[in-house]
């Protein structure tokens, strides 16, 4: 196989994963991010102190088949239940919010998804 054959090959085959597969997100940041039980009108009102308990990640996609049949949770308040459910947290600071839609064969929407991630630094308010 010649190198130029193989430069025509992997050329074809990035326009055709180009057609097949397209995506699009957008980023927002927060200063705060708060699961609903943690009250968060109180958090930002009352001085409570709190602890750090490190960086953390959650996503939560939401599935289309033919863009008629979807199943599945891509809310932030779901990314960040899942953010939050290995560390036991109440809030995320300095969250980012990143909202992801993937589509496969576009033009006739036969599967596509979107995706919310949540990033930030996970806190247990003290009681």
């Not at 958090?43 to 953390?56: C, D, I, N, R, T």
């Not at 996503?59 to 459910?85: E, I, K, Q």
């Not at 036991?88 to 995706?115: E, K, Q, R």
Request: hydrophobic share 45%; proline share 4%.
């Amino acid at each position: 196989m010649t190198k130029h054959y193989r430069t025509r090959c992997f050329g074809a085959a990035l326009a055709v994963a180009t057609v097949v597969m397209t995506s699009c997100s957008s980023t927002g940041n927060f200063g705060v991010l708060a699961r609903p039980s943690a009250s968060p009108g109180e958090l930002l009102s009352a001085s409570k102190s709190y602890e750090e308990l490190g960086q953390v990640e959650g996503r939560a996609c939401r599935y289309f088949f033919l863009s008629l049949v979807p199943w599945g949770d891509s809310t932030p308040s779901a990314a960040l239940d899942n953010a939050l459910a290995g560390v036991d947290g109440d809030a995320v600071l300095n969250a980012s919010v990143t909202t992801s839609l993937y589509g496969f064969f576009p033009i006739y929407n036969v599967f596509s998804f979107a995706c919310t991630t949540v990033q930030g630094v996970a806190i247990q308010v003290a009681d």
